[in-house]
């Protein structure tokens, strides 16, 4: 390490640059485990599931788990109560009461932050911690078990027996947690042989940007003041579908093969390959533009991450067609003390 401050801030910057760039990167690798996961990398399911297995798992992603949870994903996108990650949650789950007073938790949490100070943990919980948090079933699941019976357990990613997944595939979710296990004690044994920070730097930091990206692009792909979220009288596939947003990325598009800016097409045709995927987009935006079907922000993408994180934190409920609320439109507890 070095002593200087001039040396120690070129250190900083240096390992910084590689993080952000070589995570930038291994977000590619990971968009084509994502396609195999789909079945959209090759014509055989089990060179799909191979390579996709490789990919995801030499990233910590527990790759059958995530296959069968990201599938659930697809065929349930935008329900609200059997949905899977990114299910908006309630007010009353925020900590509003039935008149929105603030009780607890993140309504009172944002009364005490502000609202610039709870935008940036938004920010922050969903790019730095909330990939983890969602594969140990402590954010972003939905609400209903594999059988369809309200969730009564974490829904985490790795025990066979967790209630995400039916009997038939604990034996590929128990190949996934051992193999994702085995990776963590050998990055521990390297941490005693070559030393932590090595491992830190070299490893972990593109790791989690790598994780920053992936949640990123989910994050906005399904979450904007604008999209509907619908229960289950109201939820249509086609809806589901059809309430994705695409965004422009810039550079980041050409190395995470647009998965970003053809999220629409990607959910109406999930066994394309990326590379048609620009062509199919193109197609679809001209067919469902002039119906009004066709969700495109041009917005930059940090700037819409910014005004995500202000106007979506709850949905009034888990019925008909909800939209994002944000608790900046909730009166301070304060306030109305003084009115009282």
Request: proline share 6%; net charge negative.
């Amino acid at each position: 390490l070095p002593t200087d401050p001039l040396s120690a801030i070129g250190w900083v910057a240096g390992w910084s640059f590689y993080a952000f760039w070589m995570g930038t990167i291994l977000t590619g690798p990971w968009v084509l485990g994502h396609e195999c996961g789909h079945g959209a990398f090759s014509s055989s399911q089990m060179f799909n599931d191979i390579v996709g297995f490789i990919i995801h798992q030499a990233l910590l992603v527990p790759y059958f788990a995530w296959q069968y949870t990201h599938a659930k994903h697809h065929r349930r996108t935008n329900h609200l109560t059997d949905g899977e990650s990114h299910v908006p949650s309630t007010g009353r789950e925020n900590g509003l009461g039935e008149h929105n007073e603030r009780e607890s938790f993140y309504a009172v949490l944002h009364e005490s932050m502000g609202d610039g100070a709870f935008a940036f943990f938004q920010v922050f919980t969903h790019l730095v911690i909330g990939w983890p948090l969602y594969l140990m079933g402590l954010a972003s699941t939905g609400r209903l078990a594999y059988d369809g019976s309200p969730l009564e357990d974490f829904a985490d990613h790795f025990r066979p027996g967790s209630p995400m997944f039916p009997p038939k595939i604990r034996a590929k979710i128990l190949l996934s947690t051992l193999t994702t296990f085995a990776l963590l004690g050998y990055l521990g044994y390297l941490c005693t042989t070559v030393g932590v920070l090595p491992v830190m730097l070299w490893y972990v930091a593109p790791y989690m940007v790598t994780n920053g990206w992936l949640v990123l692009y989910t994050w906005l792909q399904h979450t904007d003041p604008s999209i509907p979220h619908y229960g289950e009288g109201e939820w249509t596939w086609v809806k589901g579908a059809l309430s994705t947003i695409d965004r422009d990325y810039g550079i980041f598009d050409f190395f995470h093969h647009r998965i970003g800016s053809t999220h629409v097409a990607h959910h109406l045709f999930h066994e394309l390959p990326c590379y048609h995927a620009l062509e199919a987009t193109n197609a679809i935006k001209a067919y469902l533009e002039p119906m009004g079907l066709y969700n495109y922000d041009p917005t930059p993408w940090y700037i819409a991450m910014w005004k995500v994180a202000h106007t979506c934190h709850y949905v009034e409920g888990t019925d008909g067609i909800q939209y994002f609320k944000s608790l900046e439109d909730v009166p301070l507890s304060k306030d109305l003390k003084k009115e009282s």
